[in-house]
Structure formats: structure tokens, C-alpha cells
């Protein structure tokens, strides 16, 4: 393991020397991701609290901008934020309670029985799911909570979504195949622990047009199709989200938020 190095003066990021296979399609704009993607609710971060064996250490795996660790650091002690890519926690939130660790879902580095709650936030179908269940088993504490958490598309009015998911439709050719766990919300996923109930959420922001075609460049699919013909699909799909979005500088917007949990045994 690498020497850790102290990043600012709230966060420590350590780099491990392991080498590390993932799929890396957000580090080229890290910075659009942590200023775009939409925040989750307190109150899912609440219930994972209350149902966590203890409140001394919760992990976010994938943990990006560190928008959820930083979120967890309002009920846990302490809070580690995995993240394969350095150019992610370059951007990553602070927190006095939040250290960030560049490693990966399937060897975090981090001690036996560590952890009262693993979360993995828009973050799982990116995981190779052998690996990682082995080392959830490994890293939670028993009765622990390993929490899998995804969002839908984006909901603002019938004539904005009709744009959004045409776009969607028109990048299946660039969207990489793990994306469709995303869209039954992780229901097709075999979890090899057993299940907790857990209430019904939704992620909620008030939006202007500008940042919802922000937030449709951080899409894996769309940078791809950029990529790979030279053209950004947004050139396009603006001025349809313009004449959609109608005279309303801002909007609600909201995005169906799917929650499974688990007690690790």
C-alpha cells in the first residue's frame, strides 16, 4: 500500500498500488459530474442509520464527487469514500469526518468486519458482482447493511420527458450493457443476503433548461457517441429541451429512486 497523502485539509486520499481493472467513462469530466448530477434525499440517509447495526463506520463505494459520503457523515462517525478514479476525488466534496480511498468495489482495502453500512450509490452495475458480494461478506460487520441504490430517468413535465427519453432511446448503441440493471432499478440482481424492506424515496431538485442538459453530458453513452462520431448529440436534442421546457425559468424535477438493502450475514 501506498504512503496516504493528505489532499486540502479535510480528506485524505489514499492511493493503493494494487492494479485495478474497471470501466473508466467519468474521469474525463469529472468536474461537470460533481457540478450536475442531482443529490439524494436526507431521509434515505437517515433510514440507512437507523437500520445499520452501529453508527461508527459507513463505506460509499463508487462514491464519485462524494456526494452521498458526505450525506452519511451526517450519522455515522466516520465515513470512507472508495473510488477507482483519482480525477473523480479530485473534485470530491470535504467533510471532517470523510476520508477518500482510490481502490475498487472488489478490493477496498479496508479491514475485516470494518463496516456497519456498505453503500453503493448509482455505482453498482459497474461492479464485477462475484468479486464485490466476497467482499461485502468480508467487510461488513455481522448484521451489517450493504444498501443498493439506483435512480430512473429524469420526471419534470410530459413534453421535457418525451425529449429526454428519445435521447435516451437514440444512445442504445453507446450505453454500455451493465446500464440495463439501471433500469429495472437492480430487481433482476440475485443478492446473496437477506433482504430489509425499505421505504419508498425520490431524489427532488429545481432545475433550470441549462442544467438539465448539463446533467444529459455527464451520460456515459452520450460522451461515448461524442467520441465515436465527432458530434454531440446535444447540438440537436438543446433547442428541442428549449421549446419544451416553454417559459419557466425553473422546474421541479424528479427521479424515481430504487432501494435495495440487505443484512449481511
Partial sequence: MATPTRAMCFHTIVVYSEPMSWKDLFSGHAEDYARFRPSYPPALFAWLAEVSPGRGLAVDLGTGNGQAAVSLADHFARVIGIEPSAEQLAHAATHPRVEYHVATAEA??????????????????????????????????????????????????????????????????????????????????????????????????????????????????????????????????????????????????????????????
Fill in 108 to 265: 477496498t482495502g479496508l479491514t475485516d468486519a470494518a463496516a456497519d453500512l456498505l453503500l453503493a450509490a448509482q455505482a453498482f452495475h459497474w461492479f464485477e458482482r462475484d468479486g464485490f458480494f466476497a467482499e461485502a461478506r468480508r467487510v461488513v460487520r455481522p448484521g451489517g447493511v450493504l444498501a443498493l441504490v439506483s435512480y430512473a430517468l429524469s420526471r419534470i413535465t410530459p413534453e421535457v420527458d418525451a425529449v429526454v427519453d428519445e435521447l435516451y432511446r437514440s444512445l442504445d448503441p453507446y450505453w454500455e450493457p451493465e446500464r440495463r440493471t439501471v433500469e429495472d432499478g437492480y430487481a433482476s440482481v440475485d443478492v446473496p443476503f437477506p433482504a430489509l424492506t425499505a421505504p419508498a424515496f425520490a431524489m427532488e431538485s429545481t432545475w433550470t433548461v441549462d442544467d438539465l442538459v448539463g446533467y444529459l453530458g455527464t451520460w456515459s453513452a452520450l460522451r461515448k457517441a461524442l467520441a465515436v462520431g465527432g458530434r454531440n448529440p446535444l447540438d440537436d436534442v438543446g433547442p428541442q429541451l428549449a421549446a419544451a421546457w416553454g417559459e419557466e425559468p425553473r422546474r421541479e424535477v424528479l427521479w424515481p429512486l430504487a432501494v435495495r438493502a440487505f443484512r449481511v450475514d
